[in-house]
Nanobody
Framework: QVQLVESGGGLVQTGGSLRLSCAASGLPLSSYTMGWFRQAPGKGREFVAAITSTKNGNTNYADSVKGRFTISRDNAKNTAYLQMHSLKPEDTAVYYC???????????????????WGQGTQVTVSS
């Protein structure tokens, strides 16, 4: 049974940092592109970041988080991470990790390219 479990969310002040983790079971993360998405109240799910399964670990970020967020993976621990710095109130959302095998790198921003999803973890940034 495939399972992704996020952790590390919480309440933080503007300018603060959090590190989200996504622990996988039932599938080898090393074979999957990992993505992070988020959904704010009343809004649709949006792409945040992705990292490939290849050794060079290509990454892709939404413009809104470039320079502030870093996605990484530890295949030995079967875990992916999202390090978030300089958090802003507009980063407040439920954050989801996802695993998939997009055929084209440009498709990593599309949530439909991902097969497995976690339950989400709440991130709240106070002003």
């Amino acid at each position: 049974q495939v399972q992704l479990v996020e952790s590390g969310g919480g309440l933080v002040q503007t300018g603060g940092s959090l590190r989200l983790s996504c622990a996988a079971s039932g599938l080898p993360l090393s074979s999957y592109t990992m993505g992070w998405f988020r959904q704010a109240p009343g809004k649709g799910r949006e792409f945040v970041a992705a990292i490939t399964s290849t050794k060079n670990g290509n990454t892709n970020y939404a413009d809104s988080v470039k320079g502030r967020f870093t996605i990484s993976r530890d295949n030995a621990k079967n875990t992916a991470y999202l390090q978030m710095h300089s958090l802003k109130p507009e980063d407040t959302a439920v954050y989801y990790c996802a695993a998939g095998r997009p055929r084209l790198w440009v498709r990593v921003t599309d949530s439909n390219e991902y097969d497995a999803w976690g339950q989400g973890t709440q991130v709240t940034v106070s002003s």
